[in-house]
């Protein structure tokens, strides 16, 4: 039998299961008091145990077995503990609403009627589901299905059931403040309300209006690669976060958070998304920035950051430099790498090694070794042998060493405190036995240098060749002289230690690929959010370093800042040819949620390919272009703006295309708001008002924007179309676009319409 489906009926059911919820949390709250107090006893009885005597054997083995005893009994204690902690957080979320939707379903059988909340909830009796959790197989239906049949995916095989009424909640407390019934996937009313609210300081769970298209990415399990291309604000970060809450859910004894890892654009966006798992009930997962990632693999090299190239090439970037760069980041770049490592000639770079100026071993010593190896060989294989070899090698000099004249000089002068040192508690039968031990001692830590070299692969000179492979592989689309040039930039760059963006991906590869290295096999799942920002060599690099992680991209070709994806014609399709022989699921959201219907069209008419960009009916003021003369007139008006929207929104973002303006204009903004200078530094979102440069605001949203100088001057090429687009796409509520003499004709191109001058 279905539920009562008046209005009484649901206000007396949310009372009772809130009491319910109550009740739990006095149990439980009671429960877990006890379960400290005994953790805490179990603990101090564990110190207790750890003093008996240890003299004696027998009693040292009762202490061991008694300390493991005691060593169980707390752990166990903890997990209980941790069990307990777990459910008071969950009824406490679920105390706050208890439930968002109700679903009334005919499997032939027997008419049901479900409610679906974050969490689920049983009865007293742990008999019937009082709430079920969202991401259970049935809980499907409500995202999914409009009225009439539907299916859902059971454990047991898709199970075909009538779905006979929807019905959404919003639920505050014990209230039921909004409910209506619906056809619709999830009906646009709470949609609405939920969009028209202000920009908040941490990123929000969508869980109570997950649309169609987003739960089909959510819930996709059989996808390796799972690709998402979504226009500005179309809920790509929210998908992604709801979808690794849903993977911990359904896979909780093989996949724990520690496994996942999601590469972010910066420091302030992988903070602003933190709350979204914790407030579902899942433990967040790993996150590092692309910049990290490399720089932590090229721990000798310093490694030139998106952020500082981006700023740079505002300055200036020839189309040679331009040509290089596409070359070196296309996704066939590691495929080149390892035709070279095929060549018949190809050669391994070796360094010498040097203790205070002294060869120990010789680039030719390597070389010999190397060459001694079979040819068909797997190169890292030969690699580790040649490594094992050298190792070896050092050992008997060692050994020879060890009788020298000054190693046994040295074992006559040793201090006391040395000599005992040297021989950690060991015993000798006679002196000249202990005196080749103190020997071979003195020469181990004499050669330590040299032992942590080959360990570390310093042998293999990688600077060298990688010069050696570009040397070999110069592109087409460039002349010689000019790649010439460039090899010599990359050396001199070496000689600085340091590395270039667009290096990092071949030279890392290549590095690998030698030495049998930097694979990563204990992530299971990897995130990239805004991939327009890697270039198809960095996926490619990424996807050989993690390769037993199923992969979840996501990102929007028209917020390219970088330039990264120049020259794909087709995006999606050809980051998908990058996993050739991996299941590749490829998804396109067109329907954007983050801004109003009038900024929505505005941004979307900026983009030089028009695509089909649905914007969601929520109205507003139309955007703003002003105009000014002068330089103080322009950061007057942004003073005077600010104020305005300060007054309506308590989020204001001042965007800039570069980080000098951002300062400039930090420098002279007169507000009595708090004004707040963000810089790659800054790790939270502040309210009042924040000036950034784009690059900054990438996945963030704020309730206006005011997008500074988008001046003819500064914005004329795609990219700049792609900049503004970014800008524009970052307001929720009103944009405000100010222009320092005549305005860009990617805005005065417009239809008038969909602008206020
Ligand atoms: N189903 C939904 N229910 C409620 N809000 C949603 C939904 N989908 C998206 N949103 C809201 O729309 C805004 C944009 O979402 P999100 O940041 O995830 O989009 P995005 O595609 O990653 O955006 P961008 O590429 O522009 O950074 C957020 O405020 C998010 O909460």
Redesign the pocket.
């Known amino acids: 039998m279905y539920a009562d489906l008046n209005r009484e009926a649901e206000v007396k059911r949310v009372k009772e299961v809130s009491q319910i919820i109550a009740a739990e949390q006095t149990s439980n709250q009671t429960k877990l008091q006890n379960a400290q107090h005994e953790t805490h006893q179990i603990e101090l009885n564990y110190g207790d145990a750890a003093k008996v005597n240890t003299i004696e054997v027998d009693d040292r083995m009762e202490t061991n077995a008694a300390i493991q005893q005691q060593k169980q009994l707390v752990s166990l204690a903890v997990e209980n503990q941790t069990i307990l902690e777990k459910r008071q957080q969950r009824l406490e979320r679920l105390a706050k609403s208890p439930y968002f939707g109700r679903i009334d379903i005919d499997d032939g059988f027997e008419q049901e009627t479900l409610y679906i909340g974050t969490a689920t909830l049983m009865d007293a009796q742990d008999e019937d589901f009082l709430i079920y959790d969202w991401r259970s197989p049935i809980a499907g239906i409500y995202y999914n299905g409009t009225l009439g049949s539907v299916s859902y995916q059971a454990p047991a095989g898709r199970q075909e059931v009538k779905l006979a009424h929807k019905r959404q909640f919003t639920i505050q407390n014990d209230q039921i403040t909004n409910m209506f019934d619906t056809n619709e996937t ?1 009906g646009d009313e709470i ?1 609405q309300g ?2 028209g609210e202000a ?1 908040t300081l941490y ?2 769970n ?1 869980v ?4 169609r298209e ?1 739960n089909d990415i959510i819930r996709n399990t059989s996808a390796d690669v799972l690709i998402v291309q ?10 992604i976060l709801q979808r690794l809450a849903y993977l911990l859910y359904h896979s909780r004894q093989k996949l724990a958070a520690e496994q996942v890892i999601m590469f972010s654009p910066n420091h302030l966006f992988s903070n602003y998304i933190s709350q979204v798992l914790p407030s579902l009930g899942e433990k967040n997962m790993r996150q590092v920035t692309l910049s990290e990632f490399f720089s932590q693999r090229c721990h000798h090299l310093q490694v030139e950051d998106k952020f500082s190239r981006y700023e740079h090439d505002q300055q200036q970037l020839p189309e040679i430099a331009q040509k290089m760069r596409q070359f070196l980041e296309a996704g066939n770049i590691l495929q080149l790498v390892r035709t070279y490592l095929k060549q018949p000639d190809f050669q391994l770079k070796f360094n010498d090694l040097l203790l205070n100026g002294e060869t120990i071993i010789s680039q030719a010593d390597c070389v010999k070794v190397y060459q001694t190896l079979p040819s068909q060989m797997a190169w890292s294989n030969k690699f580790q042998q040649t490594k094992n070899r050298l190792i070896r090698k050092l050992q008997r000099l060692v050994r020879h060493e060890a009788q020298a004249d000054w190693v046994q000089e040295r074992v006559d002068t040793l201090s006391d405190y040395e000599y005992q040192t040297l021989l950690d508690q060991q015993r000798f039968d006679n002196d000249e036995a202990e005196r080749l031990f103190l020997g071979k001692k003195i020469a181990q830590l004499h050669f330590e240098p040299i032992y942590d070299a080959l360990y570390n692969d310093y042998f293999l000179d990688i600077d060298q060749q990688y010069l050696d492979f570009l040397t070999k592989n110069a592109p087409t689309t460039v002349a010689a002289n000019y790649w010439q040039t460039r090899i010599e930039h990359v050396q001199a760059h070496f000689e600085r230690h340091q590395l270039q963006l667009s290096d990092c991906a071949p030279y890392l590869y290549l590095r690998d690929q030698l030495t049998g290295g930097g694979e990563n096999h204990q992530i299971q799942y990897l995130f990239i ?2 991939m327009q920002d890697y270039s198809p060599a960095q996926l490619a690099y990424l996807h050989a370093s993690f390769p037993l992680a199923k992969l979840t991209l ?3 070709q028209a ?1 390219d800042l970088f330039a990264s994806s120049v020259g794909l014609d087709h995006f999606d399709e050809e980051i998908a040819a990058l996993f050739p022989h991996k299941k590749v699921k490829l998804y396109h ?1 067109n329907n954007s ?2 801004s109003t219907q009038q900024i929505t069209h505005f941004a979307s008419a900026l983009l030089p390919d028009q695509q089909e960009i649905l914007a969601f009916n929520r109205p507003g003021p139309k955007p703003q272009l002003i105009i000014c003369q002068r330089l103080a007139e322009l950061n007057q008006q942004v003073s005077q703006q600010c104020q305005r929207l300060l007054t309506t929104q308590s989020m204001v973002a001042v965007l800039t295309k570069t980080e000098v303006e951002a300062e400039q204009i930090y420098a002279t903004l007169q507000s009595d708001a708090p004004v707040t200078l963000m810089t790659e530094k800054q790790h939270h979102l502040e309210n009042g008002i924040m000036i950034m440069p784009i690059y900054l605001a ?4 704020f309730d206006a924007v005011i997008g500074y100088n988008v001046s003819a001057e500064l914005f004329q090429t795609t990219t700049d179309a792609h900049i503004l687009y ?1 800008i524009a ?2 307001a ?1 509520h009103e944009l405000v676009l100010i222009s320092l003499g005549q305005p860009t004709k990617l805005i005065t191109d417009l239809d008038p319409q969909l602008y206020q001058k």
Do not use: C, H
Request: proline share 0%; glycine share 12%.
């Open positions: 999830v949609l939920v969009l920009a990123m929000q969508i109570a209006t997950i649309q987003q979504g226009v500005a604000g179309s809920g790509k970060t929210s998908t959010d805004e996501l990102g929007d917020q959201l949620y983050r990438k996945g963030l949203e970014t796409s970052r929720m």
